[in-house]
């Protein structure tokens, strides 16, 4: 999947985010992160007894008024950008630290680069991945996982 003229979520906003244009979530195609961590917080089922490897991707195209990851989704001023293998490399020690899931939050416009990042941890990965995103979701976008 390409991001040079990115359609990755509904508002298709069409601009080249491979070439460091930002689209309507305020991201380039640079997997950028604010926080990777074993979180106790989530609903029990999901974070069940040790926690869920969450992974808080910045940015988002719904843009909620009422967003509870407001100052992690506006904007390119917080978190730090990842490669696929930092990132496979992520999962692989949140899975060690004893996480319950994978729980990718605001995904859905590092699409690209996450279904890269899963190929590279495929057979070493043995925990269930939440997709958990705001539910504006194109459809096209979810047949790439």
Do not use: W
């Amino acid at each position: 999947m390409s991001l040079n003229g990115c359609y990755a979520c509904p508002r298709g906003c069409g601009v080249d985010r491979d070439n460091g244009e930002l689209g309507v979530c305020g991201q380039s195609s640079q997997m950028r992160i604010s926080r990777i961590s074993l979180h106790e917080f989530e609903e029990p089922p999901i974070s069940g007894k040790n926690g869920s490897g969450t992974i808080f991707f910045c940015g988002c195209s719904l843009g909620c008024v009422f967003c509870q990851n407001k100052q992690i989704s506006r904007g390119r001023t917080v978190g730090r950008l990842y490669t696929e293998r930092e990132l496979a490399d992520e999962m692989l020690a949140l899975q060690k630290m004893g996480a319950t899931n994978i729980n990718l939050v605001t995904p859905t416009h590092f699409s690209k680069g996450i279904i890269d990042t899963l190929q590279m941890v495929k057979g070493e990965l043995d925990i269930p991945v939440v997709y958990n995103t705001s539910g504006y979701e194109s459809v096209e976008t979810l047949k790439g996982f």
